[in-house]
Nanobody, 112 residues
Framework: VQLVESGGGLVQPGGSLRLSCAASGFIFSGYDMSWYRQAPGKEREWVARIDNSGTIINYADSVKGRFTISRDNAKNTVYLGMNDLKFEDTAVYYC??????WGHGTQVTVSS
């Protein structure tokens, strides 16, 4: 199993980013996927989850209305669209398959 995140970077407050997580080594369409994040000095926190078909989606309250999780099972990829980014969204973002397997993360920095 391999999960590789990309798309992070430096963005100003109010800006947008789209993260991608390319999956391999398993039947992607059979698994729920989630995004987590970890800010400096803080615990890793759950951000969003999408079921295997893309039908059931849940968000943490802190990102609801600003972030969008989606997936393309034909491309074995899960996405996290992030709008109206705030300073407190600064973190390393990880995708995970049911918290069993994790990527190495991609850094998102919100700074003016």
């Amino acid at each position: 199993v391999q999960l590789v995140e990309s798309g992070g970077g430096l963005v100003q407050p109010g800006g947008s980013l789209r993260l991608s997580c390319a999956a391999s080594g398993f039947i992607f369409s059979g698994y729920d996927m989630s995004w987590y994040r970890q800010a400096p000095g803080k615990e890793r926190e759950w951000v969003a989850r999408i079921d295997n078909s893309g039908t059931i989606i849940n968000y943490a309250d802190s990102v609801k209305g600003r972030f969008t999780i989606s997936r393309d099972n034909a491309k074995n990829t899960v996405y996290l669209g992030m709008n109206d980014l705030k300073f407190e969204d600064t973190a390393v973002y990880y995708c995970t398959r049911r918290s069993e397997y994790w990527g190495h993360g991609t850094q998102v920095t919100v700074s003016s």
